[in-house]
């Protein structure tokens, strides 16, 4: 039987990563989320100012909870 290409090529790919971050302004319904590293993505989602939100792949996934963040260099 033969398999997909697509599938095979996808399944090689890993899957976007989860990022927290915290969310500084919302323009047209697409927020502005500043990451603990200091980088910003766009992302959609209903979320209002001062939220931790989760985003992936730019998609709010949810509210996180408000904890302290630790930076660990590898």
Known sequence: MLRNPYKILR???PDPPLQVGTV???TSGVAAV???G???VQARGDTTVG???F???GLIEG???D???VLIDV
């Open 11 to 13: 399944d090689l790919m």
């Open 24 to 26: 500084v302004s919302i």
């Open 34 to 36: 500043q990451l603990p």
């Open 38 to 40: 200091g980088g910003l």
């Open 51 to 53: 939220t931790r939100v």
């Open 55 to 57: 985003v992936r792949d």
């Open 63 to 65: 509210t996180a909870p």
């Open 67 to 69: 904890l302290t963040v």
